[in-house]
């Protein structure tokens, strides 16, 4: 299982690559793998603001629709038009072309609340 260490976690098994006020989020490739195959992501918060553990979508896989919950509170800017025609790429690729959504987060004290890459290990048991 892959687990980069320069990026956060949520207990939700969402990873977030912090970038100055910006972050890109994702699902972990814990998460990926045990969905399945993905074969849609929907976001339709583009240009809204949400907080926290607010929905900002759903992946749906063969078997299962999951929630996506926003790790920060901020304004969603950027979905991956990509996962459009290939929403497999959060399979193959989940920390790279796989990523979700760009936002621009609000209160940058929200950062210190998600786990590290150590902390993510212990909640999925690696």
Same mark, same amino acid.
């Given at each position: ?12 098994? $969402?990873? /977030?690559?912090?970038?100055? %006020?910006?972050?890109? &989020?994702?699902? *972990?490739?814990? #998460?990926?793998?045990?969905?399945? =195959? ?5 976001? $339709?918060? /583009?240009?809204?603001?949400? %907080?926290?553990?607010? &929905?900002?979508? *759903?992946?749906? #896989?063969?078997?299962?629709?999951? =929630? ?59």
């Amino acid at each position: 299982m892959n687990i980069p260490s320069d990026l956060k976690y949520t207990k939700d098994h $969402e990873w /977030v690559r912090i970038e100055g %006020d910006t972050a890109t &989020i994702g699902i *972990t490739d814990f #998460a990926q793998s045990e969905l399945g =195959d993905i074969v849609y992501v929907e976001v $339709e918060t /583009v240009d809204e603001t949400l %907080d926290a553990e607010e &929905i900002f979508g *759903t992946v749906e #896989a063969v078997k299962t629709v999951s =929630d996506l919950f926003l790790p920060l509170s901020g304004e969603i800017i950027e979905f991956n038009k990509s996962l459009e025609d290939e929403p497999e790429l959060v399979n193959s690729d989940p920390y790279g072309e796989g990523w979700m959504i760009k936002m621009k987060f609000s209160d940058a004290s929200q950062v210190d609340n998600l786990l590290s890459a150590d902390d993510y290990k212990a909640v999925v048991g690696a």
